[in-house]
Nanobody, 125 residues
Framework: AVQLAESGGGSVQAGGSARLSCAASGTVYRSTCLGWFRKVPGQEREGVAFIYMDNGTTSYADPVKGRFTISRDSAENTVYLQMTGLKPDDTAMYYC??????????????????WGQGTQVTVSS
């Protein structure tokens, strides 16, 4: 099993930045992908950014390309989501997710094996 512990988030003004962290513990393989999804009330959870822990290959959803950067610390099994140029539309609960076995990018909801508890990001205009 894998446990995901998120940190970061909070409230930020439009145009500002925030950083999320997700520390994975348990059985994390080289073939594991970690990433972030987000959800607003009344909408489906959507993918944001993903990274292949082995070689660092990344994938981003179109709405965040050029603004968000996902990175990893393989030794610590931790991923980071650096968010810049934040917009009110980025307001959501952000969830760390793990696809443990032979993942492909981008991650999709059906491929997620484990979820974090979520951390709220609120962007005010």
């Amino acid at each position: 099993a894998v446990q995901l512990a998120e940190s970061g988030g909070g409230s930020v003004q439009a145009g500002g930045s925030a950083r999320l962290s997700c520390a994975a513990s348990g059985t994390v393989y080289r073939s594991t992908c970690l990433g972030w999804f987000r959800k607003v009330p009344g909408q489906e959870r959507e993918g944001v950014a993903f990274i292949y822990m082995d070689n660092g290959t990344t994938s981003y959803a179109d709405p965040v390309k050029g603004r968000f950067t996902i990175s990893r610390d393989s030794a610590e099994n931790t991923v980071y989501l650096q968010m810049t140029g934040l917009k009110p539309d980025d307001t959501a609960m952000y969830y760390c997710a793990a696809d443990v076995y032979r993942c492909t990018l981008p991650m999709v909801l059906a491929s997620v094996d484990y979820w974090g508890q979520g951390t709220q990001v609120t962007v005010s205009s």
